[in-house]
């Protein structure tokens, strides 16, 4: 029997939130959370590789994907995706689960299982460490830019058009991860039909950097609340090895020795050959990590 996804919609004030569901509504709840500018669809090759007696939910968060904008003049942080978490689990009904988080997907679930700790069961983190810290040094830089870009963006006028061979080609040229195929994947999701083509469905807002980061003491800090296993895989290109998103060498060792100080056997820590869409463009090698994780989890219950 084919493991074939369901659309799900949760009401929020000002619209939805969207989500895909895999599997029976009464197995081991997952939520799958996905990364910065993608959709639910960055999933839809991992998931059929994972056990079928689970309940996957992967949710587009606000601006993204098929869910609402947010009402004009507001601007989206990342405390705003944890209330998205909380708003699609208390609606579910669910009151622990396990988050597998892609890259931004992966931060939000970290700030998620910090601040309800006892909510959450175990949390995958692909091609992330968790945190993504500024230096206390550009923080007030880093808000006034935020602040300006905003301001900026509140005078554009509507989303260009593309047809949909332009709609791919500028994807992928955005984003050198992905392949053709699989940039087809989130497009499906992340584009809508109009007059004379498709325009991206995201909210141009969340191109935005977080305006409210945080440091690293601060991750370490929150890190101590957490009470769920973690598990991080990462990608030997992808752009959580190096220093092209503000987490350097010494910033990531440090994130890591916080987990294993803090979680001592319930962290692991894993490489795989691959880029930051690993997932999406060989799910088979994060499929064996991640169905190894579930059953050893679940076998201590």
């Known amino acids: 029997m084919a493991f074939v996804p369901k659309e799900l919609r949760f009401n929020v004030p000002w619209g939805v939130l969207a989500a895909k569901a895999w599997g029976p509504s009464e197995g081991q709840p997952v939520?799958?959370?996905?990364?910065?500018?993608?959709?639910?669809?960055?999933?839809?090759r991992l998931i059929p590789l994972l056990p079928q007696d689970h309940y996957y939910v992967a949710l587009d968060f606000s601006g993204h994907g098929k869910?609402?904008?947010?009402?004009?003049?507001?601007?989206?942080?990342?405390l705003d995706y944890v209330s998205d978490i909380h708003r699609v689990i208390t609606s579910l009904g669910w009151r622990r689960f396990s988050i597998i988080g892609h890259s931004m997907g992966g931060v939000v679930g970290v700030k998620f299982a910090s601040v309800f700790p006892e909510t959450v069961q175990h949390l995958t983190l692909l091609d992330c460490y968790g945190f993504f810290?500024?230096?206390?040094?550009?923080?007030?830089?880093?808000?006034?830019?935020t602040v300006?870009?905003?301001?900026?963006f509140e005078g554009a006028n509507g989303a260009k058009v593309y047809t949909a061979e332009e709609a791919l080609q500028r994807l992928l040229n955005g984003n050198q991860s992905l392949n053709y195929d699989t940039a087809k994947v989130l497009l499906q999701r992340g584009t809508k039909p109009v007059?004379?083509?498709v325009v991206f469905s995201r909210d141009i807002r969340i191109t935005m950097i977080n305006s409210v980061p945080i440091t690293l003491e601060q991750a370490l800090y929150m890190m101590k609340s957490l009470q769920c296993d973690v598990y991080v895989i990462?990608?030997?290109?992808?752009?959580?090895?190096?220093?092209?998103?503000?987490?350097?060498t010494d910033?990531?060792?440090s994130i890591l020795t916080g987990f294993k100080e803090n979680l001592k056997e319930r962290f692991k820590y894993t490489v795989v050959d691959g880029n930051h869409f690993v997932h999406l463009n060989e799910p088979e090698k994060i499929a064996r990590i991640i169905v190894n994780q579930l059953y050893y989890i679940h076998s201590r219950l």
């Not at 959370?33 to 639910?40: I, M, P, S």
């Not at 810290?133 to 830019?145: A, Q």
């Not at 300006?148 to 900026?152: D, G, I, L």
């Open 251 to 253: 910033v990531a060792q």
């Open 133 to 145: 810290p500024s230096s206390t040094d550009v923080l007030l830089s880093h808000m006034k830019k």
């Open 31 to 44: 939520l799958c959370l996905h990364g910065w500018l993608d959709n639910a669809n960055t999933f839809d």
């Open 67 to 78: 869910s609402s904008h947010i009402p004009k003049g507001m601007r989206y942080q990342y």
């Open 148 to 152: 300006t870009q905003y301001s900026r």
């Open 195 to 197: 007059p004379g083509g």
């Open 234 to 248: 990462l990608a030997n290109e992808g752009p959580a090895a190096d220093s092209e998103r503000g987490v350097s």
